[in-house]
């Protein structure tokens, strides 16, 4: 699957079964396994996440005999549908741990409201065990009392330090036309309005009035396989670009391996995560940015990540403020020391999310379910 949930599932599974463990992985029709181990086990075999689901996974546990099953939610993963919500109540025999990605409601009907919160609240309480990626998820489900089990584990980066064999930092410049005295600065992730993509195209437009030369590319696809919903988004920021009169600085890599987003990371001066909810540890494209040492530019937390610290592994500016992201990029442009210091707390920080220590945290909270009868 394109995007942030089935990487995490493939490298934590990768991880876990290096570690000696079988792992099966049950997902919808037309994903695929690539690189996995020998005793990571995957069943591309549902059409539709819908009510049918529950009998389905009833099946394939029975039929594996796994010890424990871990969902992955995340709402638009199971194209929003609300089933996925009430598995905790139909699955027999072995605990579930849900992993929550994101705390989005599943759509039940137009004008449910508050409903489809407490279709979410429900998968929480009902699980046998909880597991959350990031500070603000683990306080907000503190906060509503929805969990009786509760394991914050963070996510890796879903993308190694690992470019194609014979990578030339000089060459892969060239491919965007860079000249020797332009910047180039590089977003990451799929399209939608909560990166802060209109954000970071503004600034461009600011910096090359000034006469600041710098160029923009956007790493990897636009929409993935869990939210084609963005589409309209995707198209909005087309638009913009051309409003803008910003189309020779920005170019678009559209959908590509790992190991060549692993080489535009390295390519970048600057990697600009504009989110406009503050930079959180659930972010991918954020972990991917350490783990390439690169000096990031992103927006303040909405809670303090004393992890994150200004000047030091990122460069923190408010949300929404194109203005500042301009005056970050000139700053970091003429300062060669501080984008070292960035690069080298960036790398420090990294090893603090490695996937082996995840994959170990993981199955000791995991090895704590006992399988029912």
């Not at 009902?126 to 990031?134: C, D, E, F, G």
């Not at 190991?259 to 001066?269: N, P």
């Not at 040492?293 to 000047?311: F, S």
């Amino acid at each position: 699957m394109q995007g942030g949930v089935g990487d995490y599932t493939r490298e934590l599974s990768k991880s876990i079964a290096n570690l000696g463990h079988q792992v099966y992985i049950l997902t919808r029709r037309g994903c695929h396994a690539e690189g996995l181990p020998a005793n990571c086990f995957v069943y591309p075999e549902v059409a539709r996440w819908n009510w049918s689901t529950a009998r389905q996974i009833r099946r394939w546990v029975r039929d594996t005999g796994v010890s424990v099953v871990n969902l992955q939610y995340q709402a638009a993963a199971y194209q929003m549908h609300p089933a996925i919500n009430l598995l905790p109540g139909r699955l027999a025999r072995a605990p579930l741990a849900v992993t929550f990605h994101d705390l989005k409601a599943p759509y039940l009907f137009p004008k449910a409201g508050r409903l489809r919160h407490v279709a979410l609240t429900a998968l929480a309480r009902r699980a046998s065990l909880v597991i959350v990626t990031n500070q603000e998820d683990l306080l907000l489900l503190r906060t509503r009392k929805a969990a009786h089990r509760l394991a914050l584990i963070p996510i890796g980066s879903n993308i190694a330090p690992a470019p194609p064999a014979r990578y030339d930092r000089a060459l892969w410049r060239k491919r965007w036309g860079t000249l020797e005295d332009e910047t180039l600065l590089g977003f990451f992730g799929f399209l939608h309005a909560g990166k802060g993509a209109e954000d970071l195209l503004a600034s461009v437009q600011r910096l090359n009035k000034r006469g600041v030369p710098v160029r923009l590319v956007m790493i990897g696809g636009r929409t993935g396989s869990s939210d084609p919903t963005i589409q309209a988004y995707s198209d909005a920021i087309d638009g913009l670009v051309k409003r803008l009169c910003i189309e020779e600085q920005v170019h678009w890599t559209g959908f590509v391996s790992p190991e060549e987003v692993s080489a535009h990371f390295l390519t970048l001066d600057i990697c600009v995560l504009p989110y406009r909810d503050g930079a959180s540890f659930r972010r991918g494209s954020l972990m991917a940015a350490l783990a390439h040492g690169r000096p990031i530019v992103t927006t303040t937390p909405a809670i303090d990540l004393p992890e994150l610290r200004h000047r030091e592994n990122v460069y923190l500016v408010p949300p929404a403020a194109p203005n500042a992201l301009e005056e970050a990029v000139v700053t970091l442009r003429e300062n060669r020391e501080l984008c070292e210091t960035l690069a080298a707390g960036a790398c420090e920080l990294a090893r603090s999310f490695e996937w082996d220590s995840i994959a170990r945290t993981t199955l000791d909270v995991l090895a704590t379910l006992e399988i029912r009868d």
